[in-house]
C-alpha cells in the first residue's frame, strides 16, 4: 500500500529565510510525486511534479528513490508563499489515476 | 483554462437529509474524483469514476455515493446526512493514462451537518 508523509503541520520561517517542506513516501512500485498548494480563499491547485523537474515560483523537489522523500525547497522564502502544502504520488501503472495526499503543511512567512 | 466547478460553495443541512454535492468540468477529462478534505487529515478520496456510468470506492466511501450519468458531471450524494460527515469536499477531473496528468481540482463545497 501507498502511504505520504508529511511530518510538519505547521512551519514557519522568516521572509528571506531558506525553507524546506519535508515529504516521505512508501510505495512499493515506481511513484508519480507532486506538490499541490492551496492558497487562502483559493482552489487546491498543482504546484510541481518530479517527471517534469521543473522549478515553479522558485519552488524545487528532488525524488529520491533511496531516502523515500521528496522534500520542497526554497532559497529565499516571500510572504505571498505563505499557504497550504500538500504532497502527493500516484502509482505509475495501468489504470494508476488516483492521488494519494500527505496530510499537508501549513507554512507562514513572517515579514 | 480547465474549469471544475461545484455549484454549491457552503451548505447547512439536517442530520438525516439527503445530500447532493454537484461538480461540472469542461475539459472532456476522463477520470473524475470525489474528495473530502478535513484539518490534520489531509485529502481523502471517497469515490472516484474513469467513465460514465463507472465508479470505484476510494478510501472512506462509507455513507456516501456517486453517479456518474454523463461524462461532464460527476455527484457526490450522502444518503442520510450525519455530523461526522461535516467537512470540506472537493470534486476534481483528469485526462486518463499519460504519466504526469494534472488532477484539477474545483473550489471546494463547505458541508455543515447540525
Known amino acids: 500500500a501507498q502511504r505520504v508523509t508529511q511530518p510538519e503541520k505547521l512551519l514557519s520561517v522568516f521572509k528571506g529565510a531558506p525553507v524546506e517542506l519535508k515529504c516521505n513516501y512508501s510505495?512499493?512500485?515506481?511513484?508519480?510525486l507532486f506538490w499541490y498548494v492551496q492558497y487562502s480563499r483559493q482552489r487546491l491547485q498543482l504546484l510541481l511534479r518530479?517527471?517534469s523537474r521543473e522549478s515553479i515560483k522558485g519552488f524545487t523537489a528532488d525524488l529520491n528513490k533511496g531516502e523515500t522523500s521528496f522534500h520542497l525547497k526554497k532559497p529565499f522564502a516571500q510572504e505571498e508563499d505563505s499557504a497550504m502544502y500538500y504532497c502527493?504520488?500516484?502509482?505509475?501503472?495501468?489504470?494508476?489515476?488516483?492521488?494519494?495526499f500527505g496530510t499537508g503543511t501549513r507554512l507562514t512567512v513572517i515579514p | 483554462d480547465v474549469k471544475v466547478t461545484q455549484s454549491s460553495r457552503y451548505l447547512v443541512k439536517r442530520t438525516g437529509e439527503k445530500v447532493f454535492l454537484e461538480c461540472v468540468q469542461d475539459?472532456?477529462?476522463?477520470?473524475m474524483f470525489w474528495y473530502r478534505q478535513d484539518p490534520g487529515l489531509g485529502l481523502r478520496l471517497i469515490y472516484f469514476?474513469?467513465?460514465?456510468?463507472?465508479?470505484e470506492k476510494g478510501d472512506i466511501p462509507e455513507g456516501y455515493s456517486v453517479s456518474r450519468e454523463k461524462k461532464e458531471r460527476f455527484s457526490l450524494i450522502l444518503e442520510s446526512a450525519s455530523t461526522n460527515q461535516t467537512s470540506m469536499y472537493l470534486c476534481?477531473?483528469?485526462?486518463?493514462?499519460?504519466?504526469?496528468?494534472?488532477?484539477?481540482f474545483g473550489e471546494g463545497s463547505w458541508l455543515t451537518v447540525v
Open positions: 510505495y512499493s512500485g515506481s511513484p508519480e
Open positions: 469514476s474513469y467513465d460514465v456510468k463507472m465508479k
Open positions: 476534481a477531473s483528469s485526462f486518463q493514462g499519460a504519466p504526469g496528468n494534472t488532477i484539477y
Open positions: 518530479h517527471i
Open positions: 502527493a504520488l500516484r502509482p505509475l501503472g495501468a489504470g494508476a489515476n488516483n492521488l494519494f
Open positions: 475539459m472532456d477529462h476522463e477520470n
